[in-house]
């Protein structure tokens, strides 16, 4: 009489099991990838890339060549296989923050482009990474997103910009720009009171300093008090 479970261990060890495997090619219109399996050196024929999400709502982000992934084959077989995810490496390594100089903690979700490429050739280094590539990150109190020396901050109650030196912040204050001026090609309107601490200029003509003649009489008036 067969034991059923060494029928059951025979069957299982005739079943393709998910694995390891580095991107060996890419096909974007299809959202699918070649595969060298791990540790057999085996490449794959062209499988689903796993997706986000797809639907009325799409998102599609697919892995470098050379990326570490691993491969689920669909009901034990490995005709029918798919990427299940990437997964980080002792090469590759999970991004930092710029807005928070950390690894994104449980609870965030932080995308960086121009990280560095997987390494090619048996490689033991990424690729050189872009120090001006646009990044995003979601916290539990606030948006940051940036590009180079650009950032952004959507948070309870203010949205903050900065460029260089120059910021400006949007609150329930009103505006504020700090460390630049402000140039518009148009015109400017304001409802009320128009402050400057050192002039206001019309035409070139200072607001502060400027005189007007004195009717038929030599002379001018003084500059305004």
């Known amino acids: 009489m067969t034991d059923p479970r060494m029928a059951a261990a025979s069957t299982a060890n005739m079943l393709a099991q998910p694995g ?83 690894h994104a903690q449980p609870g965030e979700v932080l995308v960086m482009a121009g990280c560095g490429a997987p390494p090619a050739g048996g490689g033991t280094a990424p690729g050189g990474a872009d120090p001006h590539g646009p990044w995003w990150h979601i916290t539990a109190s606030a948006i940051h997103a940036g590009a180079g020396n650009a950032s952004a901050v959507l948070a309870n109650g203010a949205i903050g910009w900065k460029v260089g030196n120059v910021g400006m912040v949007l609150d329930a204050n009103g505006l504020s720009v700090t460390g630049g001026a402000i140039t518009t090609d148009g015109d400017m309107t304001a409802q009320g009171t128009v402050t400057g601490a050192a002039d206001v200029r019309a035409a070139g003509i200072s607001g ?15 500059a305004p008090q």
């Open 20 to 102: 390891f495997g580095l991107v060996a090619a890419v096909d974007p219109a299809n959202h699918a990838v070649r595969v060298t399996l791990q540790p057999a050196g085996v490449e794959s024929g062209w499988i689903p890339c796993g997706a986000m999400q797809v639907g009325s709502l799409r998102i599609a982000c697919l892995p470098d060549l050379g990326t570490h992934v691993v491969v689920m084959p669909v009901e034990g077989d490995a005709e029918h296989a798919v990427l299940a995810c990437p997964i980080y490496d002792a090469v590759m390594r999970p991004p930092v923050s710029p807005a928070t100089g950390d």
């Open 208 to 222: 502060r300093g400027h005189t007007h003649p004195v009717g038929s009489a030599p002379g001018v008036t003084g």
